[in-house]
């Protein structure tokens, strides 16, 4: 579980910041009307703030490279 949770620490800190600045945002600005659907309610915009961080700091995560395998050699993480 900790190691699954390391590999993955970059996904729930931009999760994290991203829901703290959805909610800033619904707080701040908002939508008066109520027909705006990711600003009217602080659970839709902290949600949608949380799956839009989560994927910016994703882009980051490094992944390991793979050598390609040719006939009669064994496989090597680089």
């Known amino acids: 579980m900790k190691k ?3 590999s993955n620490a970059l996904y729930f800190i931009g ?3 991203g829901a703290l600045a959805g909610y800033i945002y619904w ?10 659907m990711i600003t009217s309610k602080p659970i839709n915009s902290t949600l949608y703030g949380a799956m839009m961080g989560s994927l910016l700091f994703g882009m980051f995560k490094k992944e390991k490279k793979k050598e ?7 496989n090597h993480d680089i």
């Open 4 to 6: 699954w949770f390391k």
């Open 15 to 17: 999760a994290t910041v």
């Open 68 to 74: 390609i395998i040719k006939e009669g050699e064994t």
């Open 27 to 36: 707080q701040q600005v908002g939508c008066s009307s109520g027909t705006c």
